[in-house]
């Protein structure tokens, strides 16, 4: 689906005073500006629209409830326990248990720690532990990583429709 933008208008552009057109750039869809912003032949209505129908890709027919109903919760809990407790050679778990390391991983991506300098922050959906900027992925960092996502059997269809 291409993406339809508006004409662009003298208020977001100008002549720069050497001469270059390109000085100034379309505002954001939150991104505040001058009075003319708000006038409804020029309000930006997309942020309103953050979930269209034709984003989901289970379709309008879909029954979300229904579908979470059918989870074996209790094996869902066993699966979770499972993973969490089960000491892997190539990343043994502290103590026997996963939950430390899953709290600190969680804690370096959601927190504030160290946006200062690129590290961290959940603006950027990244983890302090390896920097954006970084070269090759470490394999630390990919074992942590694996420890995440390895119990899906126990839900009766993901959100994608595979069982």
């Known amino acids: 689906m291409p993406e339809q933008h508006p004409p662009i208008t003298e208020t977001t552009t100008g002549a720069a005073s050497?001469?270059?057109?390109?000085?100034?750039?379309?505002?954001?869809?939150?991104?505040g500006g001058g009075n003319q912003d708000w006038w409804p032949n020029r309000l930006n209505l997309k942020v309103l629209h953050q979930n269209p129908a034709v984003a989901d890709p289970m379709g309008a027919a879909f029954d979300y409830a229904a579908e979470v109903a059918t989870i074996d919760v209790d094996a869902l809990t066993r699966d979770i326990e499972e993973v969490m407790t089960t000491s892997q050679p190539w990343w043994p778990a502290d103590y026997g248990h996963y939950g430390p390391l899953f709290i600190r991983m969680a804690?370096?991506?959601?927190?504030?720690?160290?946006?200062?300098?690129?590290?961290?922050?959940?603006?950027?959906?990244?983890?302090?532990?390896?920097?954006?900027?970084?070269?090759p992925t470490t394999p630390a960092w990919t074992r942590r990583a694996g420890c995440c996502g390895r119990s899906r059997r126990s839900t009766a269809r993901s959100s994608h429709g595979r069982t």
């Not at 050497?18 to 991104?31: A, D, F, L, Q, R």
């Not at 160290?114 to 070269?135: F, K, N, P, V, Y």
């Open 107 to 135: 804690w370096h991506a959601a927190g504030t720690y160290r946006i200062h300098d690129g590290r961290g922050g959940a603006g950027a959906a990244c983890s302090g532990s390896r920097r954006l900027t970084a070269g």
């Open 18 to 31: 050497n001469g270059c057109p390109v000085v100034g750039h379309m505002k954001y869809p939150v991104e």
